[in-house]
C-alpha cells in the first residue's frame, strides 16, 4: 500500500528566514506530487504539482519554491519567509490526471 | 475561473438527526470529490463521483452529482458524534475529458455533532 509522510510536522520560524519541508511517497512509481496551503479556517489553495523529476508546474505567484529532486521526493522552499506564509501545508499525491488525490499528516508553520 | 461554493459553512446538529451539505460548482464537470478533515488533521478522501447520476454511500453518508445541475450532495443519516468534522468537496476542471491537475476545492462544511 501506499503511504506519504511529511516531515517536520510543525515549525515556528521568524520572518525572513529560509524553509524548507520535505514529502516523500512509498509504495507507488512516477506519482503526480502536488503542494497545497491551508490558511487558518480555510479552504486549500493549491501552490505546485509536479508529473515527474524536475518537472515544476506553480499555480499561484510567491516566494515560494517547489522541487523534485527524485521521483517520490517532493521538496517546498523558500529563501526568505513573510508572516503571510503560516499555514498548514499538505502534500498529496495522486497516479495520473484527474484521479484522487490523497493527501499527507501535514506540517503547520507558524511564521512570527 | 471555476468556483466552487459550499453550504452550509457551519453545521451544529443533534445526533440521530439528519442533514445535506452542497456544493455548486461554477463549469462544467463531471469529476467531484468529497474530503473529511478532522482537526489539525490532514484530508481523508471520502468519495469520488464521476459522472452524472452517480452515487456513493458509506455508513451514515452519501454523496450525489448532478452536473446538469452543477451540484453535488452529502446526505448525513443519523448522526453520531463521530462525524464532527469539516467536509470539503472538490471539483476537478476537466480538459478534454481527461481531468487536470487541479482540484478547486470548497471553503469546507465544518459540522458539529451535538450528543
Known amino acids: 500500500s501506499q503511504t506519504i509522510h511529511q516531515w517536520p510536522a510543525t515549525l515556528v520560524q521568524p520572518v525572513g528566514s529560509p524553509l524548507s519541508l520535505e514529502c516523500t511517497v512509498e509504495g507507488t512509481s512516477n506519482p503526480n506530487l502536488y503542494w497545497y496551503r491551508q490558511a487558518a479556517g480555510r479552504g486549500l489553495q493549491l501552490l505546485f504539482y509536479s508529473v515527474g523529476i524536475g518537472q515544476i508546474s506553480s499555480e499561484v505567484p510567491q516566494n515560494l519554491s517547489a522541487s523534485r529532486p527524485q521521483d517520490r521526493q517532493f521538496i517546498l522552499s523558500s529563501k526568505k519567509l513573510l508572516l503571510s506564509d503560516s499555514g498548514f501545508y499538505l502534500c498529496?499525491?495522486?497516479?495520473?490526471?484527474?484521479?484522487?488525490?490523497?493527501f499527507g499528516p501535514g506540517t503547520r508553520l507558524t511564521v512570527l | 475561473e471555476l468556483k466552487v461554493e459550499q453550504n452550509p459553512l457551519f453545521l451544529s446538529m443533534q445526533e440521530g438527526k439528519n442533514y445535506t451539505i452542497y456544493c455548486n460548482y461554477s463549469t462544467t464537470s463531471d469529476r467531484l470529490y468529497w474530503y473529511r478533515q478532522d482537526p489539525g488533521k490532514s484530508l481523508e478522501s471520502l468519495f469520488v463521483?464521476?459522472?452524472?447520476?452517480a452515487v456513493k454511500q458509506e455508513g451514515r453518508l452519501m454523496a450525489s452529482l448532478d452536473t446538469k445541475a452543477r451540484l453535488s450532495t452529502l446526505h448525513i443519516t443519523a448522526a453520531v458524534h463521530d462525524l464532527s468534522a469539516t467536509y470539503f468537496c472538490?471539483?476537478?476542471?476537466?480538459?478534454?475529458?481527461?481531468?487536470?491537475?487541479?482540484?478547486?476545492f470548497g471553503k469546507g462544511t465544518k459540522l458539529s455533532v451535538i450528543p
Open positions: 463521483l464521476l459522472s452524472n447520476g
Open positions: 498529496a499525491w495522486s497516479h495520473g490526471r484527474g484521479t484522487t488525490q490523497y
Open positions: 472538490a471539483v476537478d476542471l476537466l480538459y478534454s475529458g481527461a481531468g487536470s491537475y487541479q482540484l478547486t
